[in-house]
Structures are given as structure tokens and as C-alpha cells.
């Protein structure tokens, strides 16, 4: 299914997004006898980069109409296989360590440093004004940076020693809930790594469906994240029709938890619905505003609070 | 624990059936083994840096202490001959090399072994009692043994009844042991304990001196058709049983590992844990096994590269 | 078979130790203003390793201003998702560095490689990482909204584990918003020096850490610079003392981690084979020189003599030589005063009554060495039993019940830690009810994680080092 040539594809630098960044044109000042490689767009489960298993594609494309790429639309099948592969890595990824978690958050960011111009190429191609772009990129790697530092800190803090009266040890520690799907909002690459980011650093798995309109951003992510030492399956990436794949996900019985931030609000309410059938944790739709400080909200939707409970006595 | 005070643990099984209840409480008496603290030792033995001359004197060792293993279902008295060349001549570029401990078959196809090994101080090591699951009545067990004995294995490897063991069942494996101890006459018994399948190092350690009291002259952690087979701890949790026994009988009893040890670093680890638990005393082929096929050209290849200061590839050693 | 392991030494070369080095302040090499120095000897050869700068009054003076502006200007003011970015950049580059560092500490402290590589280099780079996601997440920490930093910190740290005693102060310093005068112990400056370079090459302003080597008169110009607003320090329960009086009436916050007398409980229902293994971990861990040292071995009679047996048959195994050696378990001691002292309270030991045990060990002829030493018959009135001798020496008394257990371990001003070894859940934390100590290990001995708070109860000290906890002796809160 994944092609070789789906990973690693040489990533434009520089800020030339003309020089054959996304939706590569043939190139109009520096090599103007030379025609970009453009990169195919496909999905992200369980490490590897399948098309859709469906063989369907949309077009992506700029703002002012500009044709960018094909983007996989994947189908329910792609969501049954990222789910199998979300549930295969729960148990080795939250069995790590939480600061070989945070280890490897943190070497995500120093990857997404590392792709900065080409993420700003893809939001400028999604529309963003230059500088915008380059704020937007600037603060996802913070996001990220600051969700990977709550790796080996959660436990503290949404964690304790409860004083029950009587003879006994009692203490509650937080656990990821297990796989959670995701419905990324708009935002193409800050709002998505502030979704993204919160729910695997307590050691969830997820899959997550992208911005329909502006696809791309996550699909680059998602070759950061390949190349990041994350275990293959801890995030997998769809792309396609969100009204067609959040009703899948929302229905899983393998699913434990949602994540509705990019579902339009008339859609909510049978997502939710759907989510009954195995009383999935859901976190609804947060608003917009992916700039300013979030808080501990999406870490700690996703975790269930364990308490232990031991005798004291000789 | 109170080792000390086993009074009655000598070389000869001297326990029946109606031991099963003291049994049991002697082995659930024994101290426990805490699955950190085995695992961090095992795993801080594992950093020594064992370099030139130790290097050269442990890969001697190592390969004079492999049971050169052959046990597929497809195995065929041609099979058995080319291990029994290689076993006897494990370099044939080298005659310094040593020859190996023994040649691990079947016990159909120890006749073969023996024939091939014939007047050379190479063992002829058999499996026996329903290798590997042991799930056969004991009369066939007993059967597998005297067959394997009466075409001369000089050493059983037999398999202990797991599902008696973690049943509680102490009884009947001490007893089947014991029977098989017996139908083995002048052979050494080596028991297998299947560690992978007894899960916790509790159970390791209680199956040892099961095993020890009921007349291993052997204690050997996997088949190697269960996964995890030899592991760094649980060989460190039987080095120490074997280590205890003996200062508690006098009697000494040898440890053999097989199963997942390919290479020369992996095999110099377990002489490590060995000089560093039970003691030099076991360090000789006499008392310590290393059950293997792959391993062998893994150990002549980086004796060569010792020699030679040149790194070396597969292509010069023999694959039989 | 007899297996001798050769020698295997650690390769030095990637260490370049010049022969001398100055103050480092406000991001400079600098030379002291009088011109003093003095030496570090690699005490394993007793070999001087380089010419040291002696930070004197106007140093001291110069190192404050330089921190005190860093902080009013740079690193006060710096958002904390900044200052989080320069400690991820520190803990990277130690990551990077690590094997240099971890040569060079068991070159100037004498603890064996396999120490410093395995144990005090990733515990130094994850203490950065651990504070380093703090910096911007403090007010999650339970501190208030917007808990604030003090300012300068005057950090004074001993020579048993250098750099990661400088990690335990500095990380949470610098994550917390603070600048920091740091001083290293006289005889183990060096990867202090190194890190002074690693600051540098993490960019970091300059003015946020300085360091100022230097003995005791500089330790006590630092905690007593009026410019300081903290004061922490890691060492003797005697000089913690003096430096409580120092700042008796000031503004200064002090925290302390200080001396041990730590009892190591085993019960007869052990887990025997890795108590032993803790026993000694718990005592020839660094040479002994640990403050939360399990140096008192306390074990419940009816398994003593068995447990005695094994602990020196397993003593007998240490390889006691080469700190550089791959496979020395027991390395140098740190100084030629630290290896008298251990030497005197040795020899008070068998006079008071107790018989010592050694195993037959063959220790270099230069250098400072002490065999890895067992005390038996040893009571609570014995001095062996209630001064820290901060060596490779175990004092053995006897239990029968778990009140006499905490009765004993309870019985000395110190409270760093405990340990405690039974297989039975409900008496582990009965136990660790009971004992007045700040970290109780049970079933395992001298575990460190940068998210454990760490530190003393009694004249151990007080704050502590580590995790939310740790947090607090740098906030003003």
C-alpha cells in the first residue's frame, strides 16, 4: 500500500513558495527551465502512507481557486484500519515512561522547527498572509513544545494521596482512556497540533479526521511525526469528507473517546448520539480560538482517574 | 530463607507423592524474588565490558559450552550428521578452535548422533518426554527417555509438566521427574523448566529447587519454542537457586539457558551473570550449557576477528 | 575456569581539560580579582588536573551584579515559553555531551564510569527536560495564578555528584524565572565548567548563570552577599547550620539538604537476593558518599546471619579500582580529608566494640581508596551508628519487631531517608508511616527521578528538590 516515496520527499526550504513548494508550478524566476517534483498527499495509519483503500482523491485547492493537490478521501475502511492500528500502539505507548513520552513530544517539535518553511508554504497556499503564516508555524511548535512538557507532570497534578479515614493507602493517578478519535478544526496546523498534541502526551492513541478544506498541513505533520521516533499508529492521520468519516468514528465500539473541535455545531448533537453506544468520553466543540493560552480542558478530557486503595498494618 | 535447614534435599529424589503438602510449603517458604530488583541486576551485569584477552578466553569458554541444537520437525538423519561435523570441527580453519559440549537431537535421531560422534569427548544431548509441550501420558514420557537412553544420549533433556506445575501440582512434577530421573540411569538430566510459560520469577525459582530436589543434575530454562525463551534474569534467578542449593546439600547442579542467544555478547552476558552469582565453579561445561545452533559461527566469527583485527563476514564459516 | 576481566578503560580523549580556568560570569571566562587559584587532583591518581580561579570578595560582588541585572532585564521579564525553550536547549545539549561529562566527572570525583554514565548523566539531562516544562506551565504548578521568582539565587553544592547536584539547583532556579551564583565544591569544579561552556552554546543571556569557584571563605561570601534573595545549599548538617545563622533576619529563602544516617529495614519476609542487592547499592553506590546513604543496616534476627552471609559473599564480587574502568563498581574517594575521616570513624568503630569485615580487596597504590568495609555487632550508642561517615561503611544491628525497627531507625537527628524490605504491602507502608525520613524506599534503595520531591526531615534539612514540590523553594509564595 505505502509507497517508499510517500515519506521523507525532500521538503522545500527557503520561503520560495513559487519555487515549487505545494501545488508546484512550473517555476517562474530561479530555474526556470526546471519542473517540481510535487509530493503526493496520502494517509497516515498505523507509520506507514496508504492511499485510501478506496482509491478516491479530492482536490485541494488554494483560496482563490488554484489547484494545490489530491488529497486521499478516505472511507470507512480507512477508519476501521486506523482504529485497529490506534488500539494496536495504546499498549506499548502508554506503557512508555511518561518522560520518554515527553522525550519523544519534544523531538516532534524540534521536527515541525525543522519544517518550517515548508509548513509555511502550505498555509500560505492555504491563504494565510505571509507573516501570518510564519506566526501560525512559530506558535504550533510552542503548542507542541508546551504539551510535550506535560508528559511527566500530569500525574502531579491531576493526581493524589487522598486522606480516607481509615487504615488505608489511597491514592488516584490519571490514565489515558485509550483511543480517542479526533475531529480536527480548520485551523490547519496550529489547531490541529492543539488537538493532536494534548491527546497522546497522557499516552492516548487517536485518529484523527483533518481540515476537509486544508488537508495538507496535516498530511506534512504527519511525516514529521513518521520521523519523530513516535511508534507507528499513535496518531493516524485521515483525510477526506468529514461528514462522512465522523459518523464512523463516533459509532466505533473500539473508539473511547471523542473529540468534536472541528464539527460543525448541527452536527454535533448525532455525533454525540452516536458516541452513546459505548458511552464515549466527548469533548464538544470549544470555539475557535486556537491563539491564546488552553488551558489543562483537552488534557484532561481524556483521562480516567484510577484510585488505589491498600491496607496499613503490619 | 531457611535453606540451611533442608535437611533432607541430597543428590537421589528421597520425596513421594505423600511430600506433596510439605512440598508446597517448602517451596512457597522460599523467599521471593522481586521482579525490579532481579531485572535491574541482570540488566547492570549485562554493562560489564568484557574486552581482549577476557574476550578471547570467554568466547573458548562459551563455545566449549554450547549444546549445538537441532530440533525441527523436518530434521533428518542428514540434518544430524552435518551438526555432528560441525560440532566436531566448529572451524575447520582453525583446529585450535574447541569442540562444542554436546549435540542436542531428537530422541529418534540420537542413534544418527551417536554414530557420528563416535570416540569423540562430543555429548550426545536428546530430548524426551514429549518434547516440547510434555503433554503425553508419563508411561510415553518414560518410553521417549529409555529409547533415547538405549541408543545412547549421554544427556535427557526433558520437559517438566507445566500445567502441573501452575496448578499447584507439585506432586506429580516432582514425581515424573523423578521417574524420568530414573529411567535415565548413567545419563544426565537436564530439566526444562519452560520459564516462559511459569511467567513470574516466583514460579522460576520455586520450579528450580522442584527440579533439584527431585534429581536434575540440570536446570535449563526454555525449549525454545516459547517466547521469551532464555532471559538474563531468569537465568539469574536459577544461577541463584542452583548457588543456594548447593550450599545447602552439597550437591552441585548445572544451569543451562537456551533459546534466543545468538551472538557473542548476548552469550559473554551469561558467563558474567555466571562468575558473578553462582561463581567460577560453574563456569566449565561440566556445569553450564548454552543452548544453541546460530550462535556457534556468531562466537567463531568474532574469535577470528580477535585474531585478526578484521571485521568478518558469514561467507567464511561453515553453515551446517 | 578462572574469569579475570581485562582491563576496560574508558577512552579520555574526547575530554580536553585545560590547565587552568577562571569565573565564569555574566558569560565570560574571567580571571579572579586577586589572582588567586587553587588545584583539582583526579583522586584516583592523585594527579592535578588543572589550575582553578579562587573567587574572592569583589568576584563574588561581580557574579551577584551580573546575575542580579540578568535577571531585572533579560530573564525576570522572559515569558516562560522562552526561558522553557533555553532549558530544552541545556537539557539536549548535556544529552549531546553526556559521555565528555560523564569522563570528566569520574576523572575529578573518582566515582567508577558506570555511574556517571548510567546514573548522574541521565538524571542531569532529565532534570533540565523535566524543569524545562515547567517554565511555562508554573501556574498549574498549585502556587497561585502567576506565582512570581525571588530573584538571585546563591547556590552552594557538595563534590559528590557535581553536575547533577548543579542540575538540582540550577533547573528549577532558571525554570522558575531565578538567576543563579553557583558555587562547586573545591574539589569538583570542573564539569561545573563545562556546563558554564553548554550555557554558551545554548545561547543563553548572559548574567543567568554564573559560576564561582572557590572553597569555603567563597561559599560563605555567596550565601551572605546581601544581593541574594535565596539561598540553597547541599552539604554537611554543620555548615547548614552556619549558613541557617547567616540568614537568620534576612529576606534571603533558605533551603537546605543536608547529612543522613539512613536505615536500611529488612524484614525476614524479603525478597532476599535483591535486598542484598539494595543493601549494597544502598551503601557502595558512589563510595558511600550520598547523603540519603542506607548506611544503617538494620535487619530482623531470625534471617541476620543468613542475610550476613550473602552480603558478603556478594561484597566479595565488587571490583574496586580504575574509576575509568568500565567495570569498577567501587571507585575513589573523593579526597584525601574525606578518606582520613572515613579512616578515623573506622577506627573508633572496632574501638567502641563492633568487628569489621572487609572482603580481600587489592586497592591501588596511589590514590585515595578505602575497601568497601561491614560492621557487625554494632548498637545505637556506637558512634558508627549515629555520625555519618559518608564512606563505603556499613553498620549491621538487629531487629526483633516492627515498632523496635522504627524505633531504631528513628533514633538519630537525621531524616533524609529509609528503606524498608519485605515482601508485605501493608507493613511497607506501615513502615513508611512510621519512619521520619523525607524518602522512603521500599524494596528498591537509592532511586532518583527529577519528578520526586527530595529532601529531609530534622537536621537533614528542609525543602525540597524535585517535582510540583521542588518548585516551591524558588517561587515567592
Known sequence: MSEAGGVGGRPPTGSMSEAGGVGGRPTEKMSEQRLAVRKTYKLFIGGAFPRSESGRTYPVNAPEGRFLANASQASRKDVRDAVGAARKAFGGWSGRTPYNRGQILYRVAEMLEGRHAQFVDELRAAGLGGNAAAREVDAAVDRWVWYAGWADKLGAVAGSANPVAGPYFNFSTPEPTGVVGVVAPDSPLLGLVSVVAPVIVSGNTCVVVASEPAPLPAVTLAEVLATSDLPGGVVNILTGRRAELAPWLASHLDVNALDLAGVPDEQVGPLEEAAAGNLKRVLRPTGDDWTGDQGTRRLTAFLETKTVWHPVGV | ?320 | MNFDYAPAPESASIVDIRPSYGLFIDGEFTDPADGRSFKSVNPATEEVLAEIAEAGAEDVDRAVAAARAAYENVWGPMPGRERAKYLYRIARLIQERSRELAILESIDNGKPIRESRDVDLPLVAAHFFYHAGWADKLSYAGYGPDPRPLGVAAQVIPWNFPLLMLAWKIAPALACGNTVVLKPAETTPLTALVFADICRQADLPKGVVNIVTGAGETGRLLVEHDGVDKVAFTGSTEVGKQIARSVAGTRKKLTLELGGKAANVVFDDAPLDQAVEGVVNGIFFNQGHVCCAGSRLLVHEPIAEELLDRLKARMATLRVGDPLDKNTDVGAINSAAQLEKIRMLSQVGEREGAQRWSPPCELPDRGYWFAPTLFTGVAQSHRIAREEIFGPVLSVLTFRTPDEAVAKANNTPYGLSAGVWTEKGSRILWMAERLRAGVVWANTYNKFDPTSPFGGYKESGFGREGGRHGLEAYLNV
Not at chain 2, 525441527?72 to 542428514?78: I, Q
Not at chain 2, 535415565?184 to 530439566?191: E, F, S
Not at chain 2, 519452560?194 to 530436589?213: H, I, K, P, Q
Open chain 2, 1 to 320: 530463607m531457611q535453606v540451611g535447614r533442608v535437611g533432607d534435599a541430597g543428590g537421589v529424589p528421597t520425596e513421594t507423592v505423600a511430600g506433596t503438602a510439605g512440598l508446597r510449603d517448602f517451596l512457597h517458604g522460599l523467599p521471593g524474588v522481586d521482579q525490579v530488583g532481579v531485572e535491574e541486576r541482570a540488566k547492570r551485569l549485562a554493562t560489564r565490558s568484557i574486552k581482549t584477552s577476557a574476550k578471547a578466553q570467554a568466547i573458548d569458554a562459551a563455545i566449549a559450552m554450547v549444546d549445538l541444537t537441532t530440533l525441527e520437525g523436518a530434521d533428518t538423519p542428514g540434518k544430524v550428521r552435518a551438526l555432528c561435523a560441525k560440532a566436531l570441527r566448529p572451524d575447520p580453519d582453525d583446529p585450535k578452535v574447541p569442540r562444542v559440549a554436546a549435540v542436542c537431537v531428537y530422541s529418534d535421531l540420537v542413534g544418527v548422533a551417536v554414530e557420528a560422534l563416535e570416540g569423540s569427548d562430543v555429548k550426545v544431548a536428546s530430548v524426551a518426554t514429549s518434547f516440547p509441550s510434555g503433554r503425553a501420558p508419563l508411561a510415553a514420557k518414560l518410553a521417549d527417555t529409555r529409547a533415547a537412553v538405549e541408543a545412547g544420549a549421554d544427556e535427557i533433556d526433558m520437559v517438566i509438566d507445566r500445567g502441573a506445575f501452575l496448578a499447584g501440582d507439585y506432586g506429580k512434577v516432582f514425581d515424573e521427574i523423578a521417574a524420568v530421573k530414573e529411567a535415565c540411569g548413567d545419563a544426565h538430566l537436564k530439566v526444562i523448566l519452560e520459564t516462559g510459560e511459569l511467567v513470574t520469577y516466583d514460579n522460576v525459582r520455586r520450579a528450580s529447587w522442584l527440579a533439584m530436589r527431585a534429581g536434575a543434575d540440570f536446570i535449563k530454562t526454555s525449549t525454545g519454542k516459547v517466547s521469551p525463551a532464555a532471559t538474563l534474569p531468569v537465568t539469574l534467578v536459577m544461577l541463584e537457586a542452583v548457588r543456594d542449593f548447593r550450599a545447602a546439600t552439597g550437591r552441585q547442579v548445572g544451569v543451562k539457558p537456551a533459546g534466543g542467544i545468538r551472538t557473542t555478547k548476548d552469550a559473554i552476558r551469561y558467563l558474567v551473570l555466571v562468575n558473578e552469582t553462582a561463581g567460577p565453579d560453574w563456569l566449565t561445561p561440566q556445569w553450564f550449557r548454552i543452548g544453541a545452533s546460530s550462535l556457534l559461527n556468531d562466537l567463531l566469527m568474532q574469535r577470528r576477528k580477535l585474531a585478526d583485527c578484521v571485521y568478518q563476514g558469514p561467507d567464511y564459516f561453515t553453515v551446517d
